[in-house]
Nanobody, 122 residues
Framework: QVQLVESGGGLVQAVGSLRLSCVAS?????MAWFRQAPGKEREFVAC????????YYGDSMKGRVTISKNDAQNTVYLQMNSLKSEDTAVYYC??????????????????WGQGTQVTVSS
């Protein structure tokens, strides 16, 4: 098992930036960020395979987000720039120990953090 703790959410004005952090209690194979806006389904934002550092981005925020990691601290970051009001959502960190052939699917991840709220004001 692994515990995931997100931080860094908050209120930001449109076109502003935020950096989210997720600390894992132990190393994993893949860590990802998803988000869920009110009344919408959870959607994939980005993920990183820990060993290969392979990165995938979802379409919704591609070009405005960067995922990175700190190996020593088992931490993954999500730098979000040029934020829009439609980016308002709860952002979740997720992790998997197994190798995921398709690491962009919500159902592939067994472990989830509690979520951090990001609110973008226009």
């Amino acid at each position: 098992q692994v515990q995931l703790v997100e931080s860094g959410g908050g209120l930001v004005q449109a076109v502003g930036s935020l950096r989210l952090s997720c600390v894992a209690s132990r190393p994993t194979n893949t860590m990802a960020w998803f988000r869920q806006a009110p009344g919408k389904e959870r959607e994939f934002v980005a993920c990183i395979r820990w060993r290969e550092s392979t990165i995938y981005y979802g379409d919704s925020m591609k070009g405005r987000v960067t995922i990175s990691k700190n190996d020593a601290q088992n931490t993954v970051y999500l730098q979000m720039n040029s934020l829009k009001s439609e980016d308002t959502a709860v952002y979740y960190c997720a992790a998997a120990f197994a190798y995921l052939r398709v690491p962009t699917g919500e159902n592939e991840y067994r472990y989830w953090g509690q979520g951090t709220q990001v609110t973008v004001s226009s």
